[in-house]
Structures are given as C-alpha cells and as structure tokens.
C-alpha cells in the first residue's frame, strides 16, 4: 500500500459545485486577471484552451477550460501505436448483439504489475466513438500505480469504484476516490492513477455522446437527487518533472504512446468548465414513492448524457441507494419489466432488493432492451408475503449504466469464465397462482 499517497488523498481540499466557471491555483498570481489569453502568461507560463464542446454550442453545454502550464500540451514527440490489452471500443462488432439475461462474477485477481491502464477490461457498449455516440460499460483491476500518464480523447471517463481507493493525478489537480464514491475524467484530460490499497477493483462507463450533466428535476423543485454542490472539483497542483514521462493516449480506440520529456501535468493554474470531479453516492437525495407502487429508476438518475431527443439519454448513471420503502399495498422489490433502455448493473457493496444472490460486489449483470427480467423467484415470493411495514433498505450500494441502445459484448465478455452460465435458473419455479373466479 502507499502511504504516501493515501496521506496526500486524505488531506486534499475541493471546490464544491457541478457545471460551475471554477479558477484555481497552485502558485499566487499564476492565473491570468481580466483576460484568458495575455500577451505574455504570468510567471512565464503558457496558456492553453482545452474544449470538451463545440465552440458554439449553447451555454449549458458548452465545456471548457484554460490553463497555465509550464509547457504548451504541443510540446511532444509523434504517437506510435502499442498493444490495446483488454480495452476495447465502440463500434462492437466482435458478438452477435446478445438478448439474453447476462450475469459475470467478479474478474479474476490482476496479473503482478497491473496498472489501472493495462487493468482496463472491456465487457461491450454501443455506438461509435468516431462520432462520438453511445457507449462502453469496462471494469478494471490493478495492483500497481501508474508511472505512465493517459488520457481518453473518445470520451469521458466515469470511473466507479468497487474495492480499495484511487489517487488520480489530473492536469487539474488530484482528487480521491473510495468505493461509494464516481470521480469523472473529462475527454483528453491527462491523468495518473495511484492506488492506496494494495488491489483496487471497479467499474468504467466511458461515455462518447455529450458529457454527463445533472437530469433536470421538474416537479421535483430546485434540490434533490444529486445536489450540484456535493460534486468536488480538484484545486490546482502540478508536477515539475523534467526527464522521460510516457503519455498513453487513446484515440478512436487504439492505444497510442510517447515518451515526453517532462510530465504534462504541469498545469499551474487553470479556470473553465470542462473539469475532473468526485461526488459522493451516499450523498444522493433519494427520493420515492410516501403512498404507493414503486417508482421508475430514472428517479435515482445521478447523471445522464442527453441527446437531441428530450429526455432520452445516450446513458444514465443510476444509484440504489440505502433508502427508506413506505409503499402500501406494494409490491415493494423492482418489478418485473421489459425495457426499451439497456441496462448494465454493477454492485458496489452489499446486496440488491431484487436479487437473492448470485449478484455480489465486483459483479455485474446485463439486461438489454427488451429481454424480461426483474426480481428472483425467492425475492418475488418473500416480497408478496411480507408485511409491509415501513422498511430501511441499507444493505447494499448498487448502481447502473441505462444506454439507449442494446450493449453488444466483447468476444472477451461472451467467452468469460467469470460468465454465469445459469443466469436464468433464477426466473426458474415461479409458479403459476392464477385462479379464476367460480
Ligand atoms: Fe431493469
């Protein structure tokens, strides 16, 4: 384990609030005043403009920052090519998308010497990165830092994880993420991964469409779900390094390299919207049925990624958060339903309401558009028979990934050993209780 780094991780400090114009930095008077761009930067530094959006795009969508760095981001040698390991990326064209009930154990324990990069395992996704539609639901296992630095120019990176934490090293500045915590790297945004235990195991949603935003809440009113200041934007810090550094880039699903000679993440101070942050799932707002029925989950959305069709989004992040069920003369467990949405869950800690077992942390299960699935036959009978007094549901963390479109596996993910072959023996023996009126 690092204690360093996990000392480091435990004394950081944030700027607090989603979609905010936040500035920060590292050294007094190195950030430009009234200006992006002076004729010289202050301090000698280079100012740059990093765009997660089209220039035009309307207000509350368009991302982007400036930063004062050490070194212009131009300033490198040409990429080669070097080997994608388990990553892979959209279009999917490996399987034959499957509309089969899927369920995977956890993935197996890492190789020595795994990184978080080389620990990239792709389970499938949609769309396109070249066009920068769909989606990618990865996992990841590592038991070894990264000296290396990376960066996703197909998308961003919402990275979930499920065991042991994680120092990320951003060109913004460092921010700590534990189990129950999402940290977001926004497209190309450099970063390095630390570990402060000894294996760290998780879940990545690599989102190619627009960048996650907060739903709307209509009726809802002006707070709850994800609140805007529980996100936490890193303050500025950066590395001086001079001597060999190697920058990973992913790029239209390649993995590219080069050897810089110092370490971009040399950013001294920065300002802008299209930032790395942290949020907290314990912090959501969860918000349900007082009178009865179960809600639809998009009442536990954290994040969602629009499209240009209101509210249906590229993907959703949606946590099952420990929560309070009230509902009377309700079947109180996830019903059982068929989707136009496709849906990859992941399990955080604990266990899930609709599932007996057979879903366990590291997991992972997939049900897409249309396949019929919901609770187990052991769930489904003790939730019929249960008396329904007010009942504290705070034995698990769970989250999921809905996409728009079906997620199409990796040859990897269709192949695994870690792939459960009798998924569907859990729908097996719910017995028939119809009976007609004499
Ligand atoms: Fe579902």
């Known amino acids: 384990m690092n204690?360093?780094?996990?000392?480091?991780?435990?004394?950081?400090?944030?700027?607090?609030?989603?979609?905010?114009?936040?500035?920060?930095?590292?050294?007094?008077?190195a950030l430009p005043i009234g200006r992006n761009s002076p004729q010289r930067a202050p301090l000698g530094l280079y100012a740059e403009q990093l765009s997660g959006s089209a220039f035009t795009e309307p207000r509350a969508y368009n991302r982007r920052s400036w930063l004062y760095r050490i070194r212009p981001s131009a300033a490198h040698p040409a990429f080669a090519r070097t080997d994608n390991g388990t990553l892979r990326t959209a279009p999917f064209t490996e399987t034959a998308p499957d509309p089969n009930r899927l369920r995977w154990n956890p993935l197996p324990e890492p190789e020595p010497g795994t990184d978080f990069v080389r620990g990239l395992w792709t389970l499938g996704g949609n769309g396109d990165a070249t066009q920068r539609t769909g989606t990618a639901v990865h996992l990841y296992h590592a038991n070894s830092s990264m000296r290396r630095v990376f960066s996703d120019a197909d998308g961003e990176l919402l990275i979930v994880p499920e065991r042991g934490g994680l120092l990320l090293r951003t060109e913004f500045g460092l921010l700590h993420a534990e189990p129950g915590h999402v940290a977001l790297i926004p497209r190309g945004v450099r970063f390095r991964v630390e570990l402060l235990d000894d294996v760290v195991r998780g879940y990545v949603c690599e989102n190619y469409g627009a960048p996650f935003q907060l739903p709307e809440l209509g009726p809802i009113g002006a707070n709850g779900l994800a609140n805007a200041r529980d996100f936490r934007a890193p303050v500025a810090a950066y590395e001086d390094v001079e001597g060999p550094v190697e920058v990973v880039n992913k790029f239209c699903g390649n993995l590219w390299t080069a050897t810089y000679d110092h370490s971009p993440l040399d950013v001294v101070?920065?300002?802008?919207?299209?930032?790395?942050?942290?949020?907290?799932?314990?912090r959501f707002n969860v918000l349900g049925s007082i009178s009865y029925d179960h809600p639809d989950p998009s009442i536990?959305?954290?994040?969602?990624?629009?499209?240009?069709t209101p509210g249906l989004a590229s993907v959703d992040c949606v946590v099952f958060a420990p929560r309070w069920l009230v509902g009377e003369d309700t079947f109180r467990p996830p019903y059982f339903h068929r989707n136009v949405m496709s849906e990859y869950m992941g399990l955080?800690?604990?266990a899930y309401d609709a599932k007996a077992e057979g879903f366990v942390p590291g997991g992972g299960s997939l049900h897409n558009m249309m396949s019929a699935h919901g609770p187990d036959r052991e769930t489904f009978d003790r939730a019929s028979a249960a008396e329904l007094r007010p009942q504290k549901v705070d034995d698990g963390l769970a989250f999921m990934f809905e996409t728009r479109w079906p997620v199409t596996l990796t040859a990897q993910a269709a192949r695994a050993e870690h792939l459960q072959r009798a998924y569907d023996d859990v729908w097996q023996g719910l017995e028939r209780h119809f009976g007609p009126l004499h």
């Open 348 to 350: 955080i800690e604990g």
């Open 3 to 29: 204690g360093d780094a996990r000392k480091t991780a435990e004394a950081l400090t944030y700027l607090s609030g989603f979609g905010n114009e936040h500035s920060s930095e590292a050294v007094p008077g």
């Open 269 to 282: 101070a920065w300002h802008g919207t299209h930032l790395p942050y942290v949020y907290d799932l314990r």
């Open 300 to 308: 536990f959305t954290v994040l969602t990624s629009p499209t240009d």
